[in-house]
């Protein structure tokens, strides 16, 4: 059985390269550079005026080809409609398993991808996902390189990181896990934190390692304040908040879809990788973080309440698929319900928004696919 897995897979990737190659993608439209050199900007994140500090989640936006015209006017009607004052990209920024022998392919999408997100000279700050480092056709540690050649850019692989503190272990493979710093004049009010995803694409989830977790726990320790953690898989937690989320001792607020209106399946966390006790025990003991947003699922988009532990109440929130750009829909899924499910999925992103004097609050952006790519506001939860 597992030969045969092994031989599907292998003559997926053949056909989907040979797609893709004959096929010639979309062209390649350039973005304009922001023409600022990286380590001239200050990208000390700071709340505004009105003590305000608004985070633009944007989730596997998984490019495979060009960046479609479809794609960067609802990415530009995302940020746009946001108006953060950070970007977060949670991970599967590109999906290279199309792209065996295609390293020059993969390297000028992400050179796309970057000068996209430097022309909006706005902070901007990312993870890696399950597909971003998949079978080796780039490393990580290249990818990098490429989105740090952006100003705006927050992290990489040089020493002015433009972050507080930082834990990198290419053993783990894993190498964006920053700890960011909001701040009210010189106190630090929040803070903002990314947790990498150590899993392969045909490897299991399993979890964030000791290394990561033992650095959020040093974070923890060095600044007393409230976090937001930024992560690309959910854990188990998700899926326990879903299966309770009538109960309102455990679950007291729950939004979002929960239901695909094309096929009337229950969308929701696939439970990998599975709960990391060590993480949960560090959560609980430490009372400090106020929301934890994952990507992975693609189809999830709800967020809620979960009573994790005595005295430790999370929201715990997936960010809205962010781009027409995931190839699959169109190309490889043998369920026609499923690519039609993903043509008509309204994308965007989340909005994470808090103020110097605790205020919290999450919701969406969604395409209220009128053509205009007007942006709607959906589920706003108040934390």
């Known amino acids: 059985m597992k030969k045969i897995a092994i031989r599907l897979i292998v003559f997926l990737f053949i056909i989907?390269?040979?797609?893709?190659?004959?096929?010639?993608?979309?062209?390649?439209?350039?973005?304009?550079?922001?023409?600022?050199?990286?380590?001239?900007?200050?990208?000390?994140?700071?709340?505004?005026?009105?003590?305000?500090?608004?985070?633009?989640?944007?989730?596997?936006?998984?490019?495979?080809?060009?960046?479609g015209e479809d794609s960067i006017?609802?990415?530009?009607?995302?940020?746009?409609?946001?108006?953060?004052?950070?970007?977060?990209?949670?991970g599967d920024q590109i999906s290279p398993e199309y792209l065996i022998g295609q390293k020059w392919k993969a390297k000028k999408i992400l050179n796309q991808i970057t000068s996209y997100f430097d022309s909006k000279q706005i902070p901007w700050t990312a993870e890696f996902g399950n597909h971003d480092g998949a079978l080796g056709v780039i490393s990580k540690r290249e990818m990098l390189e490429i989105y740090q050649k952006s100003a705006y850019f927050i992290g990489g692989l040089d020493e002015s990181l433009n972050c507080d503190d930082y834990y990198i272990n290419e053993e783990e493979d894993t190498y964006c896990n920053y700890f960011i710093p909001v701040y009210d004049?010189?106190?630090?009010?929040?803070?903002?934190?990314?947790?990498?995803?150590?899993?392969?694409?045909?490897?299991?989830?399993?979890?964030?390692?000791?290394?990561?977790?033992?650095?959020?726990?040093?974070?923890?320790?060095?600044?007393?304040v409230e976090f937001s953690i930024y992560t690309h898989e959910p854990t188990e937690e998700f899926q326990t908040m879903y299966d309770n989320r009538e109960d309102k001792e455990i679950v007291p607020v729950f939004l979002g879809e929960i239901e695909s209106p094309e096929d009337g399946k229950s969308y929701y966390p696939t439970k990998n990788p599975e709960t990391n006790e060590y993480l949960r025990e560090s959560m609980i003991a430490n009372k400090n973080v106020k929301g934890v947003y994952a990507g992975h699922d693609h189809l999830s988009n709800f967020a809620g309440i979960y009573n994790m532990g005595e005295d430790c109440s999370v929201i715990l929130a997936y960010g809205r698929?962010?781009?027409?750009?995931?190839?699959?829909?169109?190309?490889?899924?043998?369920?026609?319900?499923?690519?039609?499910?993903?043509?008509?999925?309204?994308?965007?992103?989340?909005?994470?928004?808090?103020?110097?004097?605790?205020?919290?609050?999450?919701?969406?952006?969604?395409?209220?696919?009128?053509?205009?790519?007007?942006?709607?506001?959906?589920?706003?939860?108040?934390?």
């Open 73 to 90: 006017a609802v990415m530009d009607a995302t940020i746009a409609s946001a108006n953060p004052d950070l970007i977060v990209l949670t």
């Open 185 to 224: 004049g010189e106190e630090v009010v929040h803070g903002v934190m990314l947790l990498d995803c150590a899993s392969c694409l045909l490897g299991p989830y399993d979890g964030y390692t000791k290394g990561q977790i033992d650095f959020y726990n040093e974070m923890s320790e060095n600044y007393d």
């Open 321 to 383: 698929m962010s781009s027409y750009g995931y190839g699959e829909w169109k190309y490889f899924m043998f369920s026609g319900k499923k690519r039609k499910l993903y043509k008509n999925y309204a994308r965007g992103g989340r909005v994470v928004s808090l103020t110097k004097e605790g205020g919290y609050s999450t919701f969406e952006l969604a395409d209220s696919k009128d053509g205009k790519y007007t942006m709607d506001i959906l589920n706003i939860l108040e934390f």
């Open 16 to 67: 989907s390269t040979l797609t893709f190659a004959f096929a010639g993608c979309a062209k390649y439209d350039e973005f304009e550079w922001s023409g600022v050199e990286r380590g001239s900007v200050d990208l000390r994140l700071e709340v505004g005026e009105d003590g305000k500090f608004d985070i633009l989640q944007m989730a596997d936006i998984q490019f495979i080809g060009a960046i």
